[in-house]
């Protein structure tokens, strides 16, 4: 009797399966556009949260999400409209959402060029969480790119007090500073960094050297930091500084080693790129700037584009070049220095 009853539940237990299978919801528009900005697939993502949009699914996420599809695609103005629409969803009220899309926001107001409009909603995320170091770095940067150097520093001050151990702030302070042609007031912050009461690791001292230009000291802490799980800043810096002290070729075995086991690191592709093209190896530096390109990592893909052009440009293939600056151009039209390289590749 046991053993029919058995029986008996099996195709019961079947058939519900399948009802439960077959009620079971696809994935929302909403859910297939995040899953498309995972893959870097930002003109499919826009796609889909256009379609989610029509379909009334949640706007603020809709919204949200199209604007970082907006971002990758390089196209800030409508990014930031994106944003703005994703923000007027809230009604006021302030979460976790809206200090997030606040950034993505301030992100679309630099890249398009609109300063003001981004440090204002820099100064917006401070007024809803005034220990917000990040937004005191970004506000400070964004003072830096409008000229007030005073302002910049009164924000990089604050940030550095308010996390006084992020090692990482004091140095993209100091090279903001420095690319802003104020390489002495960039140094002094490194000069605060080294001179702090926290522990410090042979890396961090390692980077702070780098910075201070005391290359040896800072081989020398890079190479004390080597062990079994070398990470891609230890060798990205430990490179720099061989190239710094004209060891080019142990620098690009360094990269070459590490790309062979983690080929996902854009960033060492770049810089593999570049040194190759200080060997006058453009062939190798062409060949490193294409498997940056192609990790589709957008946070290095200007940079890298760019760089493959003036590759081809060393290599003489001057109608390649002009050809890759016209598609360069279309995805960042605001880049003067690539406008004017242009008109120069349109006489070749």
Same mark, same amino acid.
């Given at each position: 009797?046991?053993?029919?009853?058995?029986?008996?539940?099996?195709?019961?237990l079947?058939?519900?399966?399948?009802i439960?299978?077959?009620?079971?919801?696809?994935?929302?528009?909403?859910?297939?556009?995040?899953?498309?900005l995972?893959?870097?697939?930002?003109?499919?993502?826009?796609s889909?949260?256009?379609?989610?949009?029509?379909?009334?699914?949640?706007?603020?996420?809709?919204?949200r999400?199209? !604007?970082?599809?907006?971002?990758g695609l390089?196209? *800030?103005? @409508? &990014?930031?409209?994106? =944003? /703005? %629409?994703?923000?007027?969803?809230?009604?006021?009220?302030?979460?976790?959402?809206?200090?997030?899309?606040?950034?993505y926001?301030?992100?679309?107001?630099?890249?398009?060029?609109?300063?003001q409009?981004?440090?204002?909603?820099?100064?917006?995320?401070?007024?809803?969480?005034?220990?917000?170091?990040?937004?005191?770095?970004?506000?400070?940067?964004?003072?830096?790119?409008?000229?007030?150097?005073?302002?910049?520093?009164?924000?990089?001050?604050?940030?550095?007090?308010?996390?006084?151990?992020?090692?990482?702030?004091?140095?993209?302070?100091?090279?903001?500073?420095t690319?802003?042609?104020?390489?002495?007031?960039?140094?002094?912050?490194?000069?605060?960094?080294?001179?702090?009461?926290?522990?410090?690791?042979?890396?961090?001292m !390692?980077?702070?050297?780098?910075?201070?230009?005391? *290359?040896? @000291? &800072?081989?020398?802490? =890079? /190479? %004390?930091?080597?062990?079994?799980?070398?990470?891609?800043?230890?060798?990205?810096?430990?490179?720099k500084?061989?190239?710094?002290?004209?060891?080019?070729?142990?620098?690009?075995?360094?990269?070459?080693?590490?790309?062979a086991?983690?080929?996902?690191?854009?960033?060492?592709?770049?810089?593999?790129?570049?040194?190759?093209?200080?060997?006058?190896?453009?062939?190798?530096?062409?060949?490193?700037?294409?498997?940056?390109?192609?990790?589709?990592?957008?946070?290095?893909?200007?940079?890298?584009?760019?760089d493959?052009?003036?590759?081809?440009?060393?290599?003489?293939?001057?109608?390649?070049?002009?050809?890759?600056?016209?598609?360069?151009?279309?995805?960042?039209?605001?880049?003067?220095?690539?406008?004017?390289?242009?008109?120069?590749?349109?006489?070749?």
């Amino acid at each position: 009797m046991i053993m029919k009853k058995f029986l008996y539940i099996i195709p019961l237990l079947c058939s519900l399966l399948l009802i439960s299978c077959g009620s079971a919801k696809e994935k929302s528009y909403t859910d297939q556009g995040m899953d498309a900005l995972e893959a870097l697939d930002f003109a499919g993502a826009a796609s889909m949260f256009d379609a989610a949009l029509s379909a009334g699914e949640d706007a603020q996420l809709a919204y949200r999400g199209k !604007g970082m599809a907006l971002l990758g695609l390089a196209q *800030y103005t @409508e &990014a930031q409209k994106a =944003f /703005e %629409n994703a923000l007027a969803q809230s009604n006021g009220r302030i979460h976790k959402i809206e200090y997030d899309i606040s950034y993505y926001l301030a992100v679309a107001q630099v890249k398009a060029g609109d300063l003001q409009a981004g440090y204002d909603t820099y100064t917006a995320i401070i007024a809803m969480n005034e220990r917000d170091t990040k937004a005191y770095y970004l506000r400070g940067k964004v003072s830096l790119s409008m000229g007030d150097l005073g302002s910049a520093l009164q924000d990089f001050d604050q940030s550095v007090i308010l996390a006084p151990t992020d090692y990482d702030n004091y140095i993209n302070i100091c090279k903001d500073l420095t690319n802003a042609g104020y390489a002495s007031e960039g140094l002094a912050y490194i000069q605060r960094a080294k001179n702090t009461d926290y522990k410090k690791s042979d890396y961090q001292m !390692g980077v702070f050297h780098y910075y201070a230009g005391e *290359y040896e @000291e &800072a081989r020398n802490r =890079f /190479e %004390n930091s080597r062990g079994k799980k070398d990470t891609k800043d230890l060798i990205l810096f430990l490179g720099k500084t061989y190239e710094a002290l004209g060891d080019l070729n142990y620098a690009t075995a360094l990269y070459t080693e590490f790309l062979a086991t983690h080929p996902e690191e854009a960033e060492l592709y770049a810089q593999l790129g570049l040194a190759k093209m200080e060997l006058k190896d453009y062939e190798g530096a062409l060949a490193a700037f294409d498997a940056g390109i192609a990790t589709g990592n957008v946070e290095y893909m200007q940079s890298l584009q760019f760089d493959r052009i003036v590759a081809y440009e060393y290599l003489l293939d001057f109608k390649k070049a002009a050809v890759l600056m016209q598609e360069y151009l279309t995805a960042y039209p605001n880049d003067e220095t690539a406008a004017r390289e242009y008109e120069f590749l349109k006489t070749r």
